[in-house]
């Protein structure tokens, strides 16, 4: 399985200031249950928001820099074939690219699996989830959040397969 996770907002903003535009735990729960135990795949600015290698999963950033720069444990690659490389070794193993946008961008034509959240609001955002065609994904789950006062918004779980090849 080679997995999109993330979540936006009524625009598809995902990120504003190098942060998620809102702090929405709920979600940070449902991340961190889905993607524990396997690989997640961090362009290098995603990676800087977790401040540190994510525990019990396997830590891939990519990025042009020199892998001395990131912490020890952490595989380096620079560019996404060597990750789709990695990944069809590994067949086995459950692989989450996490963004940001460049990542969704350049595996969208290979992913398999897409879990979203949608969070009905709009946030001031700079960051976007590219276009995706969900004519090429069939809806699996659905799950509606619970909105309490730490998770103020209205928001959805989805998990999408895909049932129809991209066009590369
Ligand atoms: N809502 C969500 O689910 C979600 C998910 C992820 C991120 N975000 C947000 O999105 C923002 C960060 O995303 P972003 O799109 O700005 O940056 P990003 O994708 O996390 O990082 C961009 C960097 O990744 C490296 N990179 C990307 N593609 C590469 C490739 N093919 N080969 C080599 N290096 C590559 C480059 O690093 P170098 O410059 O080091 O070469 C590039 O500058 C933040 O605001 C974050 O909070 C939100």
């Given at each position: ?17 190098g ?62 074939k ?52 969900y004519?090429?994904f ?31």
């Amino acid at each position: 399985m080679l997995a999109f996770i993330w979540a936006e907002d009524s625009n598809h903003g995902i990120g504003y200031q190098g942060q998620l535009p809102w702090h929405l735990p709920a979600d940070m729960q449902f991340f961190k249950e889905t993607t524990m135990g396997n690989t997640i795949v961090a362009g290098r600015k995603t990676f800087a928001t977790f401040k540190r290698p994510l525990h019990n999963r396997k830590n891939i950033v990519l990025t042009t820099r020199d892998a001395a720069e990131f912490p020890e444990g952490v595989a380096v690659f620079h560019s996404a074939k060597e990750v789709l490389t990695y990944y069809t070794s590994r067949l086995d193993e459950k692989m989450f690219i996490v963004g940001g946008s460049r990542l969704f961008a350049d595996f969208l034509p290979y992913t398999t699996d897409l879990y979203r959240t949608t969070i009905e609001h709009e946030f001031d955002v700079d960051t976007y989830m590219p276009e995706i065609d969900y004519s090429q994904f069939l809806l699996n789950d659905f799950e509606q959040g619970k909105v309490d006062e730490k998770n103020p918004y209205p928001f959805k779980f989805e998990h999408f397969i895909r049932v129809k090849p991209s066009q590369v």
